[in-house]
């Protein structure tokens, strides 16, 4: 049982790169989430997706995009990145309806040069 | 705009004595209360969460909140060196809806 994973783990880009960061869950959860943290800062929310086949905005969602491919894995894609949008990126998942914590992924560290 | 505040710290207290960890939130319609340790580069951990006014203890920690003054606080007793990390309070309206986090508070236990 691994939890939340998310890949890459590190990433370095160059500004107007894209990319896309993955997230999977094995706890049949129905909600995931994406949060952005920057230093000094709490954790702000991205975008999330209640179930399978719906997704919404969060705090900050501009410059970002999300697809629930499935129940098990949430991605978040950069068009085109910024300096801005350098961050830690944290995946969550959590059983709506049921349990609240809400469990984290160990995080991707993103550079945008 | 929901707002969830908290002192940054650091906050310094000595190994074994209780640390008191203090958040205010602008949300009236915050539903759901919790407390989240996070290590230097690490992800978030919970260690409390809380849904009615009053206290809530488990081991060596105790959340409590007011809902009227809407303040949540933890309490950390008999405080230990690997108490020493960023306290993160986050607050939910309900249903599917993701958290609002504070800035996080660095608490330093010194042995």
Known sequence: NAGVTQTPKFQVLKTGQSMTLQCAQDMNHNSMYWYRQDPGMGLRLIYYSASEGTTDKGEVPNGYNVSRLNKREFSLRLESAAPSQTSVYFCASREFGGEETQYFGPGTRLLVL | ?111
Request: glycine share 10%.
């Open chain 2, 1 to 111: 705009q929901k707002e969830v505040e908290q002192n940054s710290g650091p906050l310094s207290v000595p190994e074994g004595a209780i640390a008191s960890l203090n958040c205010t939130y602008s949300d009236r319609g915050s539903q759901s209360f919790f407390w989240y340790r996070q290590y230097s580069g690490k992800s978030p951990e919970l260690i409390m969460s809380i849904y009615s006014n009053g206290d809530k203890e488990d081991g060596r920690f105790t959340a409590q909140l007011n809902k009227a003054s809407q303040y949540v606080s933890l309490l950390i007793r008999d405080s230990q060196p690997s108490d020493s990390a960023t306290y993160l309070c986050a607050v939910r309206r309900g249903g599917a809806d993701g958290l609002t986090f504070g800035k996080g508070t660095h608490l330093i236990i010194q042995p």
